[in-house]
């Protein structure tokens, strides 16, 4: 088992920048894929960015070009970097972990909520 533990959310104005951590409990030797997700409320959960074992990345259109992710493998750690943040990007953030195809693992949400 493997716990994924989120941090980095809050208020920010918009315009502003923040970056979301997730924190494996453990060293993961394999690596499917992983992803921050998010849902907004009254909405379903969307993918907003993820990266593959091999390290290719992909995007959701409404963040291209102002979102990041990025992995450290030494730290267990996966990022977001987001900045020129709208209001639309208020939601609860997630990670997920997925070791194969069958197997994921997710963490319990950061809430960012980008409001003047």
């Known amino acids: 088992q493997v716990q994924l533990v989120e941090s980095g959310g809050g208020l920010v104005q918009p315009g502003g920048s923040l970056r979301l951590s997730c924190a494996a409990s453990?060293?993961?030797?394999?690596?499917?894929?992983m992803g921050w997700y998010r849902q907004a409320p009254g909405k379903q959960r969307e993918l907003a960015a993820g990266?593959?074992?091999?390290?290719?990345?992909n995007y959701a259109d409404s963040v291209k070009g102002r979102f990041t992710i990025s992995r450290d493998s030494g730290k267990n750690t996966l990022y977001l970097q987001m900045n020129s943040l709208k209001p639309e990007d208020t939601a609860v953030y997630y990670c997920?972990?997925?070791?194969?195809?069958?197997?994921?693992?997710w963490g319990q949400g950061t809430q960012v909520i980008v409001s003047s």
């Open positions: 990266i593959t074992s091999g390290g290719s990345k």
């Open positions: 997920k972990l997925a070791t194969s195809p069958q197997d994921e693992y």
């Open positions: 453990r060293s993961i030797f394999r690596i499917y894929y």
